[in-house]
Protein backbone atom coordinates (compact mmCIF):
# COMPACT_ATOMS: atom_id res chain seq x y z
CA UNK A 1 0.00 0.00 0.00
CA UNK A 2 0.74 3.35 -0.96
CA UNK A 3 0.73 6.79 0.25
CA UNK A 4 1.45 8.66 -2.94
CA UNK A 5 -0.87 11.35 -3.95
CA UNK A 6 0.14 10.32 -8.11
CA UNK A 7 -1.00 6.67 -7.66
CA UNK A 8 -4.98 5.68 -7.71
CA UNK A 9 -6.86 4.94 -4.79
CA UNK A 10 -9.77 2.99 -5.00
CA UNK A 11 -11.71 2.62 -1.92
CA UNK A 12 -15.17 1.02 -0.63
CA UNK A 13 -16.82 -1.74 1.12
CA UNK A 14 -20.33 -2.87 1.88
CA UNK A 15 -23.46 -1.07 3.06
CA UNK A 16 -22.70 -1.34 6.70
CA UNK A 17 -19.46 -0.78 6.82
CA UNK A 18 -18.11 -3.61 8.26
CA UNK A 19 -16.43 -4.91 5.51
CA UNK A 20 -13.85 -2.87 3.87
CA UNK A 21 -11.15 -2.23 1.49
CA UNK A 22 -8.36 -0.21 0.08
CA UNK A 23 -6.77 -0.82 -3.20
CA UNK A 24 -3.58 1.34 -4.84
CA UNK A 25 -2.68 1.11 -8.05
CA UNK A 26 -4.71 1.61 -11.66
CA UNK A 27 -6.59 -2.07 -11.90
CA UNK A 28 -5.68 -4.48 -14.62
CA UNK A 29 -8.74 -4.92 -16.38
CA UNK A 30 -12.28 -2.61 -16.00
CA UNK A 31 -15.67 -3.45 -17.21
CA UNK A 32 -18.79 -5.04 -17.50
CA UNK A 33 -19.60 -8.59 -16.89
CA UNK A 34 -22.83 -10.08 -18.69
CA UNK A 35 -22.50 -13.74 -17.97
CA UNK A 36 -25.55 -15.14 -16.42
CA UNK A 37 -23.96 -16.14 -12.98
CA UNK A 38 -22.92 -12.40 -12.25
CA UNK A 39 -26.49 -11.62 -13.58
CA UNK A 40 -27.93 -13.59 -10.48
CA UNK A 41 -25.54 -13.18 -8.17
CA UNK A 42 -26.10 -9.50 -8.16
CA UNK A 43 -29.73 -9.45 -9.44
CA UNK A 44 -28.78 -7.01 -12.73
CA UNK A 45 -28.02 -7.15 -16.36
CA UNK A 46 -24.35 -7.29 -15.67
CA UNK A 47 -22.10 -6.74 -13.00
CA UNK A 48 -19.36 -3.60 -13.17
CA UNK A 49 -15.77 -5.05 -11.73
CA UNK A 50 -12.21 -4.19 -11.42
CA UNK A 51 -9.58 -6.49 -11.45
CA UNK A 52 -6.29 -5.82 -9.07
CA UNK A 53 -3.67 -7.20 -8.07
CA UNK A 54 -3.58 -9.07 -4.36
CA UNK A 55 -0.87 -6.71 -3.48
CA UNK A 56 -1.99 -3.79 -4.10
CA UNK A 57 -5.46 -4.39 -1.85
CA UNK A 58 -5.83 -4.80 1.47
CA UNK A 59 -9.25 -6.07 3.08
CA UNK A 60 -10.83 -5.84 6.44
CA UNK A 61 -13.62 -7.32 8.10
CA UNK A 62 -15.73 -10.87 8.04
CA UNK A 63 -16.57 -11.86 4.65
CA UNK A 64 -19.63 -15.02 3.73
CA UNK A 65 -17.97 -16.75 0.54
CA UNK A 66 -20.28 -18.18 -2.52
CA UNK A 67 -18.05 -20.93 -4.50
CA UNK A 68 -19.57 -21.90 -7.53
CA UNK A 69 -18.52 -23.29 -10.89
CA UNK A 70 -17.59 -20.98 -13.26
CA UNK A 71 -17.88 -20.84 -17.10
CA UNK A 72 -13.93 -21.99 -17.70
CA UNK A 73 -14.68 -25.02 -15.28
CA UNK A 74 -12.61 -24.09 -12.38
CA UNK A 75 -14.53 -21.70 -9.64
CA UNK A 76 -15.53 -18.48 -8.78
CA UNK A 77 -15.67 -17.30 -5.07
CA UNK A 78 -17.52 -14.10 -4.63
CA UNK A 79 -17.56 -12.13 -0.64
CA UNK A 80 -20.07 -11.00 0.55
CA UNK A 81 -20.37 -8.74 3.90
CA UNK A 82 -21.26 -11.36 6.67
CA UNK A 83 -23.33 -8.42 8.53
CA UNK A 84 -25.28 -6.63 5.67
CA UNK A 85 -24.77 -9.31 2.67
CA UNK A 86 -23.46 -6.69 -0.08
CA UNK A 87 -21.23 -8.31 -2.59
CA UNK A 88 -17.89 -6.61 -2.28
CA UNK A 89 -15.41 -8.77 -3.78
CA UNK A 90 -14.34 -11.76 -5.80
CA UNK A 91 -11.61 -14.16 -5.06
CA UNK A 92 -9.72 -16.37 -2.34
CA UNK A 93 -8.02 -14.28 0.62
CA UNK A 94 -4.67 -15.21 1.48
CA UNK A 95 -4.86 -17.42 -2.13
CA UNK A 96 -6.07 -15.39 -5.23
CA UNK A 97 -2.79 -13.96 -6.75
CA UNK A 98 -5.41 -10.89 -8.17
CA UNK A 99 -9.24 -10.01 -6.78
CA UNK A 100 -12.72 -8.66 -8.54
CA UNK A 101 -13.50 -5.63 -7.25
CA UNK A 102 -17.96 -5.02 -7.94
CA UNK A 103 -17.65 -1.49 -8.68
CA UNK A 104 -20.70 -0.82 -6.80
CA UNK A 105 -19.05 -1.11 -3.72
CA UNK A 106 -16.53 1.96 -4.38
CA UNK A 107 -16.91 5.08 -2.39
CA UNK A 108 -16.79 7.26 -5.15
CA UNK A 109 -18.01 5.56 -8.09
CA UNK A 110 -16.95 8.35 -10.57
CA UNK A 111 -13.55 6.61 -10.49
CA UNK A 112 -14.85 3.68 -12.18
CA UNK A 113 -14.11 3.73 -16.18
CA UNK A 114 -15.80 0.50 -17.74
CA UNK A 115 -12.94 -0.39 -21.01
CA UNK A 116 -14.47 -3.84 -21.48
CA UNK A 117 -17.28 -6.17 -21.51
CA UNK A 118 -17.23 -10.18 -21.63
CA UNK A 119 -20.11 -12.21 -22.45
CA UNK A 120 -21.91 -10.25 -23.98
CA UNK A 121 -23.63 -12.64 -25.83
CA UNK A 122 -25.19 -13.19 -22.82
CA UNK A 123 -26.63 -9.14 -22.55
CA UNK A 124 -30.45 -8.82 -21.80
CA UNK A 125 -31.69 -6.48 -24.23
CA UNK A 126 -32.50 -3.57 -21.75
CA UNK A 127 -28.96 -3.93 -19.91
CA UNK A 128 -26.86 -1.48 -21.40
CA UNK A 129 -23.50 -1.81 -23.61
CA UNK A 130 -21.55 1.87 -23.79
CA UNK A 131 -20.27 2.36 -27.41
CA UNK A 132 -17.04 3.71 -25.79
CA UNK A 133 -16.64 -0.45 -24.29
CA UNK A 134 -14.99 -2.35 -25.76
CA UNK A 135 -16.15 -5.98 -26.62
CA UNK A 136 -13.42 -8.90 -25.50
CA UNK A 137 -15.18 -11.71 -26.23
CA UNK A 138 -19.20 -13.05 -26.63
CA UNK A 139 -17.76 -16.21 -24.50
CA UNK A 140 -15.25 -17.24 -22.45
CA UNK A 141 -12.20 -18.73 -24.45
CA UNK A 142 -10.76 -21.71 -22.66
CA UNK A 143 -7.65 -20.13 -21.73
CA UNK A 144 -8.93 -17.02 -20.16
CA UNK A 145 -9.15 -17.12 -16.11
CA UNK A 146 -12.12 -16.40 -14.34
CA UNK A 147 -13.30 -12.72 -14.81
CA UNK A 148 -15.58 -13.31 -10.80
Known sequence: MTDNPSVPRFEGGCLCGQLRYVADGAPSATGHCYCTDCQKVCGSGFIPFMNVPAGAIR???????????????????????????????????????????????????????????????NRPPWAPLAPSITRVFARLPEDEPNAN
Open 59 to 121: IEGRTRQLVSPAANGRTATRNFCAECGSLVFGGVLNQSTSFTIYAGSLDDRSLFQPQIAIFDS
